[in-house]
């Protein structure tokens, strides 16, 4: 256990306290340690679990020297009493778990008939199991409390599997209706205790250079691709707002729409993109490769994997999403009247206003450039 104490100035904290206690699963590398990052730049304790002890031990010194408080604990998701034994450790460090974020998932690529038996049921007990255990130690504490949220992180898979990514596609299928079943619950009891599922699109982080692969080529994400922040900015914004499902970024949006209002095309598209949109020869990304399937890495892994130079930066769609629908509709009309289209000529024009949250965005968020 390695743990600090924060010095950040969030609005939403009195006398210097914190916002409150985050737990990430995944933490160590990817959209798991950029999540980590942003909850602790904004005040939280952070609470960390991951399978290996260098990746961990890199982002919780990180977090450490930045003056947050943080704690670490070593578990493999997959084993319930590891990661049940885990969540008590940091609990009696950083005080009751406020928000769960199940981020932790890993994949193997390859044909159906490719993919081993091993290698298919290890990607369904971390990817899916992994959540579900997750979602039960959370809430087996939330729950008495009647406090609490879990944001489980799914993908935009879930609305159309790809090919060469059966066992992956599945998993998140899975995550996707079990956390609407257990959303379900939560309502029918009356309960106070929250769940979101987070959909993001393809995302530049190792992911790709850590998954096993039968494939000629090296693993990397179908176009467009975006970075993790954005995926972080969505849980932040979760953590803050009682929402079902949040959709990242527009390419997500419109993926989910067509699949069910054009799946033909959707079918096409995605047999078009094949398996050869799913692998590159990219020399870089190839020296990169380390799986790490059955086994955590030796080293420490950052936020991002090798595709910078191609991935988004932002997100339209989630920077009105970080707005209330009352604020949107605010810019709507504000736009249209400077368009001279305003719906209302008699009426006073309405002022602009930011997002109704006491939080502000995460940096980088402001300035929307092109881009969906």
């Not at 160590?28 to 304790?45: D, M, Q, V």
């Not at 001279?340 to 006491?358: K, T, V, Y």
Request: aromatic share 6%; charged share 15%; glycine share 10%.
């Amino acid at each position: 256990m390695k743990r600090g104490s924060a010095l950040y100035n969030d609005p939403a904290r009195a006398e210097g306290q914190p916002v409150g206690t985050v737990v990430i699963t995944g933490a160590s590398s990817g959209i798991g340690r950029c999540t980590a990052l942003l909850f602790g730049r904004n005040g939280w304790n952070v609470g960390l679990i991951a399978r290996g002890p260098a990746g961990l031990t890199s982002i919780c010194s990180e977090l450490v020297d930045a003056g947050v408080r943080a704690a670490c604990a070593a578990a493999d998701v997959s084993d319930a009493a590891a990661l049940d034994k885990a969540a008590a450790l940091l609990e009696s460090e950083l005080g009751p778990i406020t928000v769960w974020v199940n981020c932790a998932g890993n994949g193997v690529y390859g044909r159906f008939l490719d993919v081993t038996i091993e290698e298919f049921r290890r990607v369904t007990e971390v990817t899916y199991m992994g959540t579900v255990n997750g979602t039960r130690v959370a809430l087996q504490r939330m729950v008495p409390r009647d406090a609490g949220t879990v944001i489980n992180v799914c993908s935009a898979i879930a609305f159309g599997g790809l090919p060469v990514l059966s066992s992956y596609s599945g998993a998140k299928h899975a995550v996707r209706g079990f956390s609407d079943s257990v959303r379900h619950e939560l309502i029918h009891q009356r309960s106070r205790v929250s769940l979101t599922t987070i959909f993001p699109p393809a995302v530049n982080t190792p992911f790709f250079s850590h998954a096993a692969s039968h494939l000629s080529g090296s693993p990397r994400p179908a176009k467009p691709v975006y970075q993790p922040e954005i995926v972080a900015d969505a849980i932040l914004l979760a953590a803050r707002r009682r929402r079902k499902e949040m959709r990242v970024t527009g390419i997500t949006v419109m993926f989910d729409l067509a699949t069910r209002l054009v799946p033909g095309l959707v079918d096409r598209a995605i047999q078009r993109l094949g398996s050869s949109g799913q692998q590159t020869d990219d020399e870089a990304a190839a020296q990169l490769r380390e799986p790490t399937l059955f086994a955590p890495s030796p080293h420490a892994s950052g936020t991002h994997g090798p595709f910078d130079a191609e991935s988004r930066r932002f997100s339209t769609q989630m920077w009105l999403s970080g707005f209330s629908l009352a604020a949107v509709a605010m810019i709507f009309r504000a736009m249209l009247s400077r368009l001279g289209l305003n719906l209302r000529p008699d009426a006073p024009s309405l002022p602009i206003h930011g997002p109704q949250d006491p939080h502000p965005m995460p940096a980088g968020s402001a300035q929307p450039p092109a881009g969906p």
